[in-house]
Nanobody, 116 residues
Framework: QAQLVESGGGLVQPGGSLRLSCVTS????????MNWYRQAPGKERELVAV????????NYADSVKGRFTISRDNALSTVYLQMNTLKLEDTAVYYC?????????WGQGTQVTVSS
């Protein structure tokens, strides 16, 4: 059974940094596309960052480009999201997602709150 467990969220001041981790198990991590999504109160869930399998190409939402970095460690079946220069509007629950040809798996989410 697939499991994805996010951690690393918390309260941070504007301009600060956080590093989210998503530890996975129960599926073949190395050939899965891994995504980070976020959902702010009253808003739809949005895709923040993607990292492919293989060469690990990345893509980002315009709102986080240059500030967030997604990476993966296939040996640890873990995906990371380094978030720098955080803004108030980055406040949301952040979700890890694994996308495979016939299935998609989600974590339970971790809260990130940016506040002064």
């Amino acid at each position: 059974q697939a499991q994805l467990v996010e951690s690393g969220g918390g309260l941070v001041q504007p301009g600060g940094s956080l590093r989210l981790s998503c530890v996975t198990s129960g599926f073949t991590f190395s050939d899965s596309i891994m995504n980070w999504y976020r959902q702010a109160p009253g808003k739809e869930r949005e895709l923040v960052a993607v990292i492919g399998s293989g060469l690990g190409s990345t893509n980002y939402a315009d709102s986080v480009k240059g500030r967030f970095t997604i990476s993966r460690d296939n040996a640890l079946s873990t995906v990371y999201l380094q978030m720098n220069t955080l803004k108030l509007e980055d406040t949301a629950v952040y979700y890890c997602n694994a996308r495979r040809p016939l299935s998609s798996y989600w974590g339970q989410g971790t809260q990130v709150t940016v506040s002064s």
